[in-house]
């Protein structure tokens, strides 16, 4: 769970860049980095042991996946957006 953290704060900071240059790259970047978050998320669910590991998992996973859904909100990929609100409310 750490490490989905980790992966977590550094998208992020890429977010937070503000160069208008590299804004695009920025974005994929921090997309690559969230959805690499999820995937421990999904790995760390499968290994927790506890109900209160589980549920600040499932927190973190909802974190993550506002994040995604911000991510392709601001690359306007609308249908990846739905994708991602609709997980959300599944969950």
Do not use: P, Y
């Not at 992020?12 to 999820?38: F, I, P, Q, T, Y």
């Not at 306007?76 to 969950?91: A, I, N, P, T, W």
């Amino acid at each position: 769970m750490e490490l989905a953290k980790q992966f977590m704060a550094f998208g992020k900071c890429s977010l937070s860049k503000n160069s208008e240059d590299a804004a695009n790259r920025d974005l994929s970047e921090a997309l690559k980095l969230m959805n690499e978050a999820l995937e421990n998320c999904e790995k760390g669910f499968g290994a927790a042991r506890t109900r209160e590991e589980k549920v600040e998992i499932r927190g973190l996973r909802w974190k993550v996946l506002r994040f995604i859904a911000a991510i392709h909100l601001q690359k306007e990929e609308f249908e990846s957006v739905v994708k991602c609100v609709k997980v959300l409310r599944d969950s």
